[in-house]
């Protein structure tokens, strides 16, 4: 039987002679999908329906398969998500054996979420070790500027604020005359990212109003809970499935920064005894569900193919939401004024304004302790971002598990302004469990359906 090829804007003869809806057709074409067959084969129906060229029978034959055969019982909107069929192509999508993953149903509203965009391991592998290495230094930056700042905390926050904003927005700048920041992701939705800022900033406020309450060593140890609440929320939130070895991976992730700790721990449970820590122990981990709420959020915006092909730029979702963030901090500054008068909780009477120039001279007298903070920020925040797009969210919070024992090794060595503390081979132990566990994770894979 001969293959004809009259291919009219809504039909296509196949093989066997009779007419038959093919991919991509009209919307008579798709209404009528649920009682015709699929014609696939030609260029077009190939790059509509995201089919491969394995999938064809070669040549200028077209191969038909029954709607039955391919589970497309109806074009409803489930049909379409059941089927893996996108949102503005009808095609027929399926897994591409390069390690990208086929786009999966609206995620928090990104209908073109993809869980993989198909960085190489060596790729994922070099962000992690800079994100460690760039968090080790954050942390003790940070300790080494709040020496200097221990009365201006508030303040310190506000210039960390007006760093983001000014290196964001002048990167996304650069990167627009490049060409790598597009209109099209720029027509992203503000208010996403404005609410991100706000769920970022939330679980700031109650880990700062917590924290002031604990003592030093139980904090690391509190904000592992990070992790089951990021396996929690990726799956609620992305669908993301683990297997049985990952999930035994993140916890040896837990037990090994625990067992890190466990010095350090010890001394501070004898020290704080006759204290009540449980209220401010429970808002402070309560806070890490918000920050991975925040964190899965991320990932469904970076990992959104709608806005280009590799996904959404980092600097545009960290752009926008550091604006965000600045408003709740000022939106802080302001409540803190108004609860305490014109005393705010500083240890010296001040107002506000006094405050700010108060603070400013401070950061004159001593202005590197702050700058190496802000730098090593800006690039663990952006270490952070770039990774939760190249891999996801989970793996992310567990790289950043390794910052705890290193940060305490770290401080075992003299440090300007900072005295050394006891080094502990519980450390290199606790180092040790956490890379057993994170390589547990990546080698296994969750069980295909």
Avoid at 101 to 129: D, H
Wanted: include cysteine; hydrophobic fraction near 45%.
């Amino acid at each position: 039987m001969g293959t004809t090829s009259t291919a009219g804007a809504r039909g296509m003869r196949c093989r066997d002679g009779t007419a038959r809806r093919c991919v991509g057709g009209g919307v008579a074409g798709r209404r009528a999908a649920a009682a015709a067959s699929w014609c696939v084969g030609t260029k077009v129906g190939r790059r509509r329906g995201g089919l491969s060229r394995s999938t064809t029978s070669g040549g200028t034959g077209r191969e038909c398969k029954p709607a039955a055969e391919l589970g497309l019982d109806s074009l409803s909107r489930v049909g379409r998500s059941e089927a893996g069929i996108g949102r503005t192509s009808y095609g027929i999508q399926e897994e591409h054996k390069s390690g990208r993953g086929c786009r999966c149903a609206a995620v928090l509203g990104e209908a073109g979420y993809r869980k993989n965009l198909g960085y190489s391991p060596i790729s994922i592998g070099v962000s992690a070790v800079a994100l460690v290495l760039s968090g080790v230094s954050n942390r003790v930056a940070h300790k080494v500027a709040s020496v200097v700042f221990a009365e201006y905390i508030l303040f310190l926050s506000l210039m960390l604020i007006v760093a983001y904003v000014f290196a964001y927005f002048t990167t996304l700048l650069v990167r627009m005359k490049k060409g790598i920041v597009t209109k099209r992701m720029l027509e992203y939705p503000k208010w996403k990212f404005g609410a991100l800022g706000v769920v970022d900033a939330v679980a700031l406020v109650m880990q700062l109003s917590a924290a002031v309450h604990l003592p030093g060593s139980i904090i690391p140890v509190l904000a592992q809970v990070n992790i089951p609440f990021t396996l929690l929320v990726s799956r609620v939130v992305v669908k993301r499935r683990f297997s049985f070895l990952q999930l035994l991976g993140s916890s040896l992730v837990v037990a090994g920064v625990l067992l890190s700790l466990k010095p350090y721990l010890s001394n501070t449970l004898l020290s704080g005894a006759g204290r009540s820590l449980e209220g401010s122990a429970l808002l402070y981990s309560s806070s890490y569900l918000f920050a991975a709420l925040a964190a899965v959020s991320k990932e469904s915006i970076l990992h959104n193919t709608d806005y280009g092909e590799n996904g959404m730029d980092p600097f545009v979702i960290s752009a926008f939401g550091s604006l965000s963030q600045g408003f709740v901090v000022l939106l802080m500054l302001l409540v803190a004024s108004v609860a305490y008068g014109n005393n705010l909780p500083v240890g010296v009477e001040s107002t506000p304004l006094m405050y700010v120039q108060k603070g400013i001279e401070c950061f004159k007298m001593n202005p590197l302790p702050p700058l190496c903070y802000l730098l090593c920020n800006i690039l663990f925040n952006v270490n952070v971002v770039n990774l939760v797009k190249k891999s996801n969210a989970v793996l992310t919070t567990l790289s950043i598990a390794f910052v705890v024992p290193l940060t305490f090794i770290a401080f075992s060595f003299p440090i300007p302004m900072l005295q050394p503390v006891p080094f502990y081979t519980e450390a290199l132990k606790g180092l040790f469990v956490l890379s057993g566990g994170i390589l547990m994770y990546n080698t296994t894979s969750p069980r295909r359906r």
